[in-house]
């Protein structure tokens, strides 16, 4: 596995303690327009886009393997209502994202990154909500926060491609 393979795995891993503490130790976080969101919302809308990342650079057996262990990761890092909630619901999305993934990425990476993460967002927040909290008081906030970093990150990775692409010529 290359570097860039294993950087990639180990940042998406490690989105999910660091939500899961995030919320635990910081309750809510602006989103904008007045939302909010529990406060690991900026994260886990980085790990979809990570999860993608890693599946460039290491594979699908290798992203497979990281859903599990992120998952698992949930049960040390969260009390245990949080733990479950965001083991499921990170199993669940990061497992629909990928499904998604796959079959788009022919069609480049920024639509596969988008569409995918599209349906991670709402899988992930439906669940993790309902779970954590019992209630989707927090879904607009949870939607906005996770957009807003999904394309964060797809523009950093479209100006480093262009970057790259201007360097190579």
Same mark, same amino acid.
């Given at each position: @596995?290359?570097?860039? =393979? $294993?950087?990639?795995?180990?940042?998406? $891993?490690?989105? $999910?303690?660091?939500?899961?503490?995030?919320?635990?130790?910081?309750e809510q976080?602006? +989103?904008?327009? =007045?939302?909010?969101?529990?406060? =690991? +919302?900026? @994260?886990v809308g980085l790990a979809l886009v990570l999860r993608d990342l890693a599946r460039e650079a290491a594979g699908r057996g290798a992203v497979v393997a990281a859903i599990v262990a992120g998952a698992a990761l949930s049960w040390w890092f969260a009390e245990p209502a949080l733990a479950v909630a965001s083991a499921v619901a990170f199993a669940v999305a990061e497992t629909m994202d990928f499904a998604v993934y796959e079959p788009l990425r022919q069609r480049g990476l920024a639509v596969a990154v988008l569409?995918?993460?599209?349906?991670g967002i709402l899988a992930d927040s439906l669940i993790f909500l309902w779970l954590a909290f019992g209630n989707l008081d927090y879904l607009p =906030?949870?939607?906005?926060?996770?957009?807003? @970093?999904?394309?964060?990150a797809v523009a950093v990775i479209a100006a480093y491609r262009s970057r790259r692409v201007e360097v190579a010529a």
């Open positions: @596995m290359t570097t860039r =393979g $294993i950087l990639a795995l180990t940042a998406y $891993i490690a989105t $999910i303690p660091a939500a899961n503490w995030l919320v635990a130790h910081h976080a602006p +989103v904008g327009f =007045g939302y909010t969101a529990p406060a =690991g +919302v900026y @994260m569409v995918s993460n599209a349906v =906030g949870q939607l906005l926060g996770k957009a807003w @970093m999904t394309l964060a």
